[in-house]
Structures are given as structure tokens and as C-alpha cells.
């Protein structure tokens, strides 16, 4: 199998995000920490066919964010992502 064939858009973790942050989150705005870029979450590129989600910038494929769910706790990684913003939903 090719990785491009494993690669989906970043709506596919649209739940698995609300789930961590209560809130929809594909419109949130991700900055790459690599390029600069800045992309809507539900554009980033995301591969879940490894132990946990593997989220990269559409532009340079840095990695963004590591999300791994297990034993009922979360881990999230943004140490790729320079920023990330979203509607305050209040």
C-alpha cells in the first residue's frame, strides 16, 4: 500500500478532537512551526493507521500533532504546530 493511499483530510479527526476539546475543531487554524503555513484543521493531511493519529501540513508534511487515546487518558503532541486558533464558541 502506497502512503498516499493512507493519507485522509484532517475532518477524519473531527470527532476525536471534540472529544479533547469539547468544541468543533476543523475550522480551528493550525500553524506549521516548519513553513508558516497556515491551514484549517480539516485540511491538514492525518494518517490513523498507526497506534495513533499522525497529523502533517499539507505544505512541507512536517508533522503538527501526535494524538494517541488509551486507558481512558489523551496525549497530544503540538510540538509541530507554532499556533492554533479557534472561535471562542461562548
Not at 19 to 40: L, S, Y
Not at 44 to 57: F, H, S
Not at 62 to 67: H, R, S
Request: with cysteine.
Amino acid at each position: 500500500m502506497d502512503v498516499g493511499d493512507m493519507k485522509v483530510d484532517g475532518n477524519a479527526i473531527g470527532g476525536l478532537l471534540r472529544e479533547i476539546f469539547t468544541m468543533e475543531m476543523t475550522a480551528a487554524e493550525t500553524t506549521c512551526d516548519g513553513c508558516g503555513a497556515v491551514n484549517a484543521v480539516g485540511r491538514v493531511d492525518v494518517y490513523m493507521q498507526a497506534p495513533g493519529v499522525v497529523v502533517r501540513c499539507p505544505e512541507c508534511a512536517q508533522v503538527l500533532m501526535l494524538i494517541v487515546h488509551g486507558r481512558g487518558r489523551y496525549w497530544v503532541d503540538l510540538r509541530g504546530t507554532r499556533r492554533l486558533e479557534f472561535a471562542d464558541p461562548g
